[in-house]
């Protein structure tokens, strides 16, 4: 049994008893997310990046088995050797990894056998749990334990996204689940928030867990600048679409101009026009799309050219935290169980902002870089997020899929810029 | 209710009791050899060519409610609108096609969906067979419903061959059932039979079914020439690799040479080396390949170029046919259950040739084109031969996965030259 | 020096004088083509198939220098030796081969060089032809140096098609000669042509040059049949397109729909319509074109949905020598300087057919496969053309870039189904 | 004549004779780059980004015929109307754009027609220079001017790089000049140079020319650094190929790793191994490689992974700019005339930093992105850097090609994580 020093997060509760609590609430809301499937929706990747759900189910668990089983459980025998391999994502320090875009070509194991190899997992980590020594459970397993429950917390909302794409491409319009999504008021005018420059202090203090593209906490310098009260509604976009938008070069990066060409997008993702009036695909039905609803699965290309239509810009992750700072971390999360984003509704009393947690992550015009004096964490879980940093859009505040306790202002999601299928959508920003 | 000619089959039985019968027994073998699958393997496409067992269960009960059900029932209303667009193949005339390398990623209609729509038809079929009049049975009708039970006869060897090869791509080895194959004894020494040359008539003579790319029965001269008395075994393939085979350019088609480097091709498909022994993938499990069985699973190139190295080449398909004519309707066919070549055994009294019928689809050296004369069948259903006669070869003689009644001296199978995941083998030829 | 049987060729001169008047004959060719370009213009690759006009220089020189020089010249020392695989085409057995794609990326050799390198090849060939023993010229040198001769007027052809298609995608339309092309009257009528059926005999019966594709000679049954007294004109053409010929699926072979649709044609390659008039690339610049001509520049598979679309088909290659025979040896062809088609001139006093030489290759139903019996010629010009036989269909009769002294009733040409940019046309057949 | 405002430098110099001298030297200089050439080399375009040496010469003088010419001369007639297309990099505001990869497959203009259309379009410029009312001149005309210069002065360094590529794919090696390279004494031990954190001022303060991604001068803040005192050198990095560098996969970005096995990288580009030693393809020929230079064609992904190797960093472009401002604008550019970088020297009295100008560009790790209220230059020429701010990196210092009057310590150039082809090295940085 090795003895590696403690993930760096610091004031996280370790004991058993929360621990499990955490690790068993996380684990039901995967299979709940799951629950409404035939077993033939768990098989589909109808894109390479939209993976199976069933290859979800599989790969949570492989990550609790690899990381903390296999290391830290005297004796342990893996379930199936093969599992390794086809639900190992992308960590080389674990071994070779099934050819991703072929997930949804493997009918094997079963989605009933994934639930088994779920059973096992879950009957050796609460084991595990209950009997290893105190000092492991400070130290690094209890913080391995956490990460996975993030790490299965990051992946309820890809099932989330994942699903609703795979679903998404079949003529007949299945419906994950007939929930009634609420038609919404008009959305409350948009006001333009003044925020201080000044030398702020960003990223996370590593007092409970984060992950490390959150850290270090630094300094950075920002110019006093004006956000947004909400995000962008449907309507606000509709007047981009007809006012040519996706025809207007001069609006476009040329990256985001080839692509949307290339791609021939004419609209969001999931929108099409039907005798003039805009439909789209949702978790629940093939429905029309709601004007005063939050603009949703646009790419950081059509978020940029929006901005820049409407004279303004997209915030920078820095603006962004800091305004996030003073907000109440509330929204329309996981939890409401709409899988929807709603509407742009008017701001509680002494409240700037709305809308920053919950409903859509907001692309910022950050590039996904590491924070000055980053440090990758040590072993395989290093894997987890530097390597990633070229290439790619930092967005912030979660969205109807995230959960309640999976979010926070400095958490940095991303994405490359042409990446739609995310709930996606757009805060506008302007110099002070 | 339109009054077509009647297709231009002579001699069949159309009375209903025997088409009825037919009806059902082609009915009942497609769901026996899809009933060792979970219902994940019926989602599988592992490339475009290998369709899921949903799609064919899906496709073929499409053919009888499109082109029968559908134009001779009156006041008939089909089971699911988009069905027409799902399980369209490639008839143009029926309406657009859903694409076909996406059938894969379709998770509804689901398993029992479809099984609920064979039945539903299967239903609708059995009333009209009883019910409609005689002059429709004795015309169109009647032989509508002929070609629909020898369509869903071939895409019963399809299904094989495509469960075959979207089981194969996963690490696990998914047996699809234990079945013992028989150990084999070594195959008889190869003889060459002489056969005469001439003026051959070539083609069916429309008594009883065939399909239209078998007709018009006309004349062709062939000179003298010798055929191999059984086909090519694993282990005389085996000699080839052993020789070079795979890496001496002058052995190879230039397109042969080029698509054996690009797909990296060292041996037949399913073919892996472990420990210096070859082991192949089966319908029986991952085995080792045994010596004496029939070749298998080899393109039109490898046949090409193993025919080259010996100093032979393949037959046309005027001199299979030719020489056809006189063997025994028998051999190791769909029946047996196995779904696997057997062995070359020796001569039965009185045989001339071997293996004639059944184990391997024998690759001819004759393009696949029109016999002189040819007219595709009229209305849609002439979509389905006529417009694939350009850059395939035929085949010939069937295989472990072709119905015993489906079979018969002058059927034209054809694939174009890279295909391998048929059962295809390799029988010798020679000059006189 | 190898003492190598003579090639297969009976009765070919191999006098000294002969050889030597053909071979500058040939080569003085090849140069008066290109006579018109600048240097630039001997760069361009537009499309892999449409080699560089300095490559096809060097390529046939190389021939010479390798097959013959290299072999019979004792202590020949190569001019450069890097030329031996940028100049070699596919020969693998004279070593590896510049990836063909890229031959429009080498800018070394200069024109100049490569001209240099002609020169130089030329002297040592005059030497070998005046100093080499007689038994040699009359046996294996002398048939490869008429093999040679040959092959330079094949590229003579693919110069000029393929100077043809490098030029055609400069918007500024360059032009490569100013020669008028006359103005032409309206087409004869088109006649239906009765020909016996029978056992014909096909092929090259080796006396003088023919390609080893077109032995051996042997037996073929023919049924009686039609030809069309000439070839199809470009204002029977447009019908076809006017009457949507290009949208109706069900004229055309399935691969041959999905080529054209992913590939946008419209029209045969170089037309574009202005104005609602019909223009085209020309050696003699972009010019409307004429309806009177003989229509050019469709692949096979347009050739075989005009044929369906008229209820006629194409001749078998079998059908057009045997018709071709009984014609005389002329046409519109290299020599006239012309490079271009002409129209469908009325029959001249005693001719059955027009047109059957010269003008425009004409596309046949035939697959481009191996004669029965056919062996390729020993050594490396064994690779000459029988390892490309699959997948391509011959034509047949030279075109307005073919030399008089290089094409006779038995030549084989073949393309795959989808090249168009060679001068190929359409003769109708039908059935007796 | 539209009378727009003037572009933002300011204290340029807008006289009449200063503008022309300026205007004569850059048009010299890019002749001169080309002097050596073939006219076969103009032609080559061996990879989309390598556009061909004669589309360069036609691209900058388009630009002030389009820019300048067609605007502010009277009664100007353009040239060639086919140019305006042909010659159009990415400008959609100046019209639609021939297709990039197609570049090297236009014959015409010739090289000599494109020397003509320089000549041309330099005596309209000396006319309007001559001629044009002063306030045009000190105002957006004079602006144009100097922006057109510093343009073409872009395009030499691409017209060395792009040479440099489009002559390595030969096989023969072609030399573009023989000029001696130096034989390097050994670089000098690597010292690390301390900077000072804070809020340090970045950016152009627009006095004098810049390019608009320059501005706004802003604050950022900065955390103390270390700098090397030199770039990387070959013996360096040659260490990190024989530590296994391209083989550990935990070094990579994971595009890294995907970028590089995919195109097969072992070594900078141009590097070959023979007999164990390195050599690559130089402007000078191919030559062996002199460890003691500075190492130079590596992309961002490889200069990533080497500091990492380190275990050190890539600087960011502010601290590179913090660096560079108190450093001698001197080194090896494009005057030395040798297209090479050259070793790692001693630092000279009083000097901390070596090689920050010239030799080769260092990448940052600082993604391109806009600065804190940025704004493209109005018009047509606000298309040169804002459409590219996505997806690539910030590099830094100028090279071997890049003119002295061209760079500056706020200079941003910008490249793909992936390109290679520039002369872009790595200077190590770590925090204090």
Same mark, same amino acid.
């Given at each position: 049994?090795?003895?590696?020093?403690?993930?760096?997060?610091?004031?996280?509760?370790?004991?058993?008893?929360?621990?499990?609590?955490?690790?068993?609430?996380?684990?039901?809301?995967?299979?709940?997310?799951?629950?409404?499937?035939?077993?033939?929706?768990?098989?589909?990747?109808?894109?390479?990046?939209?993976?199976?759900?069933?290859?979800?189910?599989?790969?949570?668990?492989?990550?609790?088995?690899?990381?903390?089983?296999?290391?830290?459980?005297?004796?342990?025998?893996?379930?199936?050797?093969?599992?390794?391999?086809?639900?190992?994502?992308?960590?080389?320090?674990?071994?070779?990894?099934?050819?991703?875009?072929?997930?949804?070509?493997?009918?094997?194991?079963?989605?009933?056998?994934?639930?088994?190899?779920?059973? $096992?997992?879950?009957?050796?980590?609460?084991?595990?749990?209950?009997?290893?020594?105190?000092?492991?459970?400070?130290?690094?397993?209890?913080?391995?334990?956490?990460?996975?429950?993030?790490?299965?917390?990051?992946?309820?909302?890809?099932?989330?996204?994942?699903?609703?794409?795979?679903?998404?491409?079949?003529?007949?319009?299945?419906?994950?689940?007939?929930?009634?999504?609420?038609?919404?008021?008009?959305?409350?005018?948009?006001?333009?928030?003044?925020?201080?420059?000044?030398?702020?202090?960003?990223?996370?203090?590593?007092?409970?867990?984060?992950?490390?593209?959150?850290?270090?906490?630094?300094?950075?310098?920002v110019a006093p600048f004006l956000l947004a009260s909400r995000?962008?509604?449907?309507?606000?976009?509709?007047?981009?679409?007809?006012?040519?938008?996706y025809e207007r070069v001069d609006l476009w990066l040329s990256?985001?101009?080839?692509?949307?060409?290339?791609?021939?997008?004419?609209?969001?993702?999931?929108?099409?026009?039907?005798?003039?009036?805009?439909?789209?695909?949702?978790?629940?039905?093939?429905?029309?799309?709601?004007?005063?609803?939050?603009?949703?699965?646009?790419?950081?290309?059509?978020?940029?050219?929006?901005?820049?239509?409407?004279?303004?810009?997209?915030?920078?992750?820095?603006?962004?935290?800091?305004a996030a700072l003073r907000q109440p971390l509330q929204g329309?999360?996981?939890?409401?169980?709409?899988?929807?984003?709603?509407?742009?509704?008017?701001?509680?009393?002494?409240?700037?902002?709305?809308?920053?947690?919950?409903?859509?992550?907001?692309?910022?015009?950050?590039?996904?870089?590491?924070?000055?004096?980053?440090?990758?964490? $040590?072993?395989?879980?290093?894997?987890?997020?530097?390597?990633?940093?070229?290439?790619?859009?930092?967005?912030?505040?979660?969205?109807?899929?995230?959960?309640?306790?999976?979010?926070?202002?400095?958490?940095?999601?991303?994405?490359?810029?042409?990446?739609?299928?995310?709930?996606?959508?757009?805060?506008?920003?302007?110099?002070?």
């Amino acid at each position: 049994m090795k003895e590696l020093p403690k993930l760096p997060f610091q004031g996280v509760p370790t004991d058993p008893a929360t621990l499990f609590a955490d690790y068993q609430q996380a684990r039901k809301v995967t299979e709940a997310i799951c629950a409404p499937l035939e077993i033939e929706d768990y098989m589909v990747q109808a894109m390479t990046d939209a993976s199976p759900a069933r290859w979800h189910l599989g790969h949570v668990t492989w990550f609790f088995e690899t990381f903390i089983l296999k290391e830290y459980t005297p004796g342990y025998k893996p379930v199936n050797d093969v599992y390794a391999y086809l639900f190992n994502s992308y960590y080389n320090s674990a071994g070779p990894q099934f050819y991703r875009p072929h997930r949804g070509l493997i009918s094997r194991p079963t989605v009933k056998q994934v639930y088994d190899y779920r059973k $096992q997992i879950d009957e050796h980590m609460a084991d595990l749990i209950e009997t290893a020594p105190p000092h492991l459970m400070e130290g690094l397993v209890g913080s391995l334990i956490i990460l996975g429950v993030n790490h299965e917390q990051q992946h309820q909302e890809l099932l989330v996204t994942d699903i609703k794409y795979n679903l998404s491409v079949n003529p007949l319009h299945p419906v994950y689940q007939k929930v009634n999504i609420p038609s919404l008021p008009p959305a409350a005018p948009l006001r333009w928030v003044h925020f201080e420059g000044g030398l702020h202090t960003i990223g996370h203090d590593a007092q409970g867990f984060a992950f490390d593209n959150e850290w270090p906490r630094h300094q950075a310098y920002v110019a006093p600048f004006l956000l947004a009260s909400r995000p962008v509604t449907n309507a606000e976009f509709m007047e981009f679409i007809e006012a040519g938008g996706y025809e207007r070069v001069d609006l476009w990066l040329s990256a985001g101009w080839r692509t949307m060409k290339e791609q021939g997008w004419q609209a969001p993702l999931y929108w099409e026009k039907h005798d003039g009036l805009w439909w789209h695909h949702t978790m629940s039905g093939f429905l029309p799309v709601d004007q005063n609803a939050l603009l949703c699965h646009v790419s950081y290309y059509e978020a940029d050219a929006y901005a820049r239509w409407r004279d303004k810009r997209l915030p920078t992750e820095e603006e962004w935290e800091f305004a996030a700072l003073r907000q109440p971390l509330q929204g329309n999360l996981l939890e409401s169980g709409l899988y929807h984003p709603l509407g742009g509704t008017s701001p509680r009393a002494g409240q700037e902002l709305e809308h920053m947690f919950g409903d859509v992550w907001e692309w910022t015009k950050s590039a996904y870089l590491p924070y000055p004096g980053f440090q990758p964490l $040590q072993g395989s879980v290093g894997e987890y997020n530097g390597k990633f940093m070229v290439n790619q859009m930092v967005l912030r505040g979660g969205s109807c899929a995230t959960p309640l306790s999976h979010i926070r202002p400095t958490y940095r999601n991303f994405f490359p810029p042409d990446a739609r299928w995310q709930f996606s959508g757009v805060r506008l920003a302007d110099d002070a």
